[in-house]
């Protein structure tokens, strides 16, 4: 499915997947498919408040995440990127800790990981990595120019600040990579209701972007394309689109019941290969990896969500009256009297 683009040439020489990175890339892939089903299990339980599932991302997630280079480029998440934290190497019960409302977006260290605080303004995350990538090119020359990656949605293609963000970004020349996982629905609406012109990728030309549209179930084919397309931004080639079809499986979040807008036939025909499976299947194939080393991955995979789980049940309360620290430099004088209203109301002080 991937189209061939207009990027432009690129001293990409890197070289092809080893099979130990294919290998890599499944654990990841099978880490990130445990902890999320996890986490749907630990709302019901009551150990998170809330969370928003990617299942039948984690190809799309776990291919762009992997081509980060985490020594100089910077990623930019929506609400639903835990795939994306993970195969960056977050620490996540920091990522997880978001989930649990313990602390504004999470108590990982954005700065030290390259993942921005988790974003739940749909395209919110756009803005602020163009703005970042136009820092790269002002920035001296010889620190090396970094990437932006942001992650957005079919539904927040539909917003103006990715209109202004892609315009910016080409005319500025801004080295992002505006990485879309369309899949199939924004919350209710699908996406044929939402995105014209055929396709969010489709969209790029009108800027003068070059766009990638890639199979978003393939880890290999998603990695290769954010490889290319990285490769392209930090050459000074300005912007790349790629937007990665992909399928949500399950709810929008957990306070959402999809059965309120589609049926489970509906979603089983839509939903295609389980990217998981599809990858197992290739490596089994291709006898890069044998029965052993799945069932290694799972039992891994298991360990490290109960280590997590328990990392975040030990997270205490942070006291509330921090919420009102981080709003500005300064703060302002409404900010004051709303946060002695709230300490009066809430610690009766
Ligand atoms: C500015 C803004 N408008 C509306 C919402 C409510 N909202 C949350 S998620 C969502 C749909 C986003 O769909 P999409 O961009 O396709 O991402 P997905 O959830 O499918 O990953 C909406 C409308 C919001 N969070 N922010
Ligand atoms: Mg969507």
Same mark, same amino acid.
Request: charged share 20%.
């Given at each position: 499915m991937t189209t061939k683009p =207009?990027?432009?040439?690129? !001293? /990409?020489d890197a070289a092809p997947l080893s099979n130990q990175q294919l290998r890599e890339l499944y654990t990841l892939m099978a880490a990130v498919r445990h902890l999320d089903t996890s986490a749907v299990a630990w709302q019901r339980q009551g150990i998170i408040p809330g969370y928003a599932p990617e299942l039948g991302q984690e190809a799309a997630q776990v291919g762009s995440g992997y081509a980060? !280079?985490?020594s100089r480029d910077f990623v930019f998440p929506t609400y639903r990127e835990m795939g994306v934290a993970r195969a960056m190497g977050l620490d996540m019960v920091g990522y997880m800790s978001t989930h649990k409302a313990t602390w504004h977006g999470g108590m990982y260290n954005p700065v030290e990981s390259r993942f921005a605080p988790i974003q739940?303004?749909?395209? &919110?995350s756009v803005l602020h990595a163009v703005g970042w990538a136009h820092g790269q090119t002002l920035a001296? @020359? /010889?620190e090396g120019t970094g990437v932006a990656m942001t992650y957005f949605g079919d539904g927040a293609s539909s917003q103006g600040d990715v209109h202004e963000a892609m315009n910016f970004a080409a005319v500025m020349k801004a080295p992002v990579v505006f990485f879309i #996982? +369309? +899949? &199939?629905?924004?919350i209710s609406v699908p996406t044929e209701r939402q995105v014209?012109? &055929?396709?969010?990728?489709?969209?790029a030309a009108g800027y003068g972007i070059p766009a990638l549209q890639v199979d978003g179930n393939d880890v290999v084919a998603v990695y290769e394309a954010t490889r290319s397309a990285f490769a392209h931004c930090r050459n000074g080639n300005g912007p790349v689109v790629i937007e990665a079809m992909t399928y949500r499986r399950? @709810?929008?979040?957990?306070? !959402? !019941?999809p059965g309120r807008y589609r049926t489970l036939e509906e979603e089983r025909l839509d939903a295609g290969e389980d990217p998981l499976e599809r990858f197992k299947q290739r490596l089994l194939a291709d006898g890069v990896a044998d029965e052993a080393f799945f069932a290694d991955a799972q039992r891994k995979a298991e360990e490290e969500a109960e280590v997590i789980r328990m990392g975040i049940q030990d997270l205490g309360p942070r006291p &509330? =009256?921090?919420?009102?620290?981080?709003?500005? #430099?300064e703060p302002t004088p409404a900010l004051q009297s709303q946060a002695t209203a709230w300490r009066e109301e809430s610690e009766h002080v």
């Open positions: =207009a990027l432009a040439a690129v !001293d /990409d980060v !280079d985490r739940a303004v749909v395209a &919110g001296a @020359p /010889d #996982q +369309n +899949n &199939g629905w924004a014209a012109g &055929g396709s969010v990728a489709a969209r399950g @709810p929008h979040s957990t306070a !959402d !019941d &509330g =009256a921090e919420m009102f620290n981080l709003v500005f #430099q």
